[in-house]
């Protein structure tokens, strides 16, 4: 929760919006399916707990193109590929939520930990797997988009891809090291000598990334753009790194290190790309002492609120918070998270108090996607359909269908409505209907605090 200090610094600079007519939300049991996600998008051996049962095994040779193991770790949306920039966020966001909200997350905080120990255990063999290189993805997704296959059948080209000091990654290496520093505290004293190896591999991580200084997009290319380009630079990641590192291990070089980078950045969005703001709250909310960062925080959060004569952001006509036309809610949720004294009401319009009267999560409420964009959720299951299908047979017979998808992909939350607080559910229309983890793992904790608080 932001410090008392900070509360009132945004009573002081924004003029809050009269209050709203509210659903009546189980944020319990959002919450639960929020958690449940995240095994819809398993990549590997599935584990005889497994609770969706139309996945199944697959990217069992993950890896083997570069003769490393790199089985495991989540597909980061609607495609088969597994991109480790956006994977790390959505691991160090769950990391998060369970350190805010773990009381608050009641029977399902084994769950949560669950989820995010398939993407920590990935990271750490991305990060292990071969001296000198880091592993930031797996399979072509040129080749992916190409095909409308389940991951169970995807025989597209599994290419792997690294940087090392040669080809340097600090973004994606400072993001990979914020996910496992923010694990180890998790896991500290459930798993103490997992959270040591998390934390050992976390430091030698962030110094790769400060030392071999550059965007990994600038070497990678079209293996990660226009995906997951690496638009705002890597200083951001640096930054949420070391402010990670610094919270899990209070040795100071990490302070004197993020003293070095400034606080000059201005930013109105946090996202699985520009981790600015969230670096700020993160140092903010956790010392006191951080006072050139202190300012940026409360500018961040005066420059999203409505009526706050600062504020860069836009809102439906709905109330929705609008930032980007191509999956607006993953914002929304990562805000949110941010922003906890907003939070209830953005929430409230995901699950269903909002103009379409819809929910935007799969699996809650009486109406809600059922045509989501995504590649496993559209095309019969492997039990109910042993056959193999085919990478254009893919397209023809589930795409472009007017069908519901065959499987509810349960917890998933879609790219959401436009800015007039309108949305159709068409699979094919990516930006409106695809999930991504990323989405869903900001909106953890942001429930959990709602469940705690309202009891449902």
Known sequence: MASLQLQLSLLLCCIFVGAHVEGLQNYTDALAKSILYFQGQRSGRLPPDQRIKWRSHSGLTDGSLAQVDLTGGYYDAGDNVKFNFPMAFTTTMLSWSILEYGKRLGPELGNARAALRWGSDYLLKSATATPGRLYVGVGDPNADHKCWERPEDMDTPRTVYYVSPQN??????????????????VFKAADP???????????????????????????????????????????????????????????????????????????????????????????????????????QAETFMCSILPKSPSSTTRYTPGGLMYKLSQNNLQYVTSISFLLSTYAKYMVDYILGSNPMKMSYMVGYGMRFPIRIHHRGSSIASVASRPQHVGCQDGFQQYYYSKSPNPNFLIGAVVGGPDDKDAYIDDRTDYGRNEPATYTTAALVGPLAYLAGSYGK
């Open 193 to 295: 000598k997992y959270s040591a190896k998390l934390l050992v591999v976390a430091k030698n991580v962030m110094e790769f990334a400060r030392k071999y200084t550059g965007a990994y997009s600038d070497k990678l290319g079209s293996a990660v753009c226009p995906f997951y380009c690496s638009y705002s630079g890597y200083k951001d990641e640096l930054l949420w790194g070391a402010s990670w590192l610094l919270r899990a291990t209070n040795d100071v070089s990490y302070l004197t290190y993020l003293k070095s980078l400034g606080a000059n950045d201005n930013a109105d969005i946090f996202s699985w790309d520009n981790k600015f703001a969230g670096a700020r709250r993160n140092l903010v909310d956790n010392d006191k002492t951080y006072e050139p960062f202190r300012f």
């Open 168 to 185: 340097p990654g600090s973004d994606v290496a400072a993001e990979t090291a914020a996910a496992l520093a923010a694990a180890s505290m």
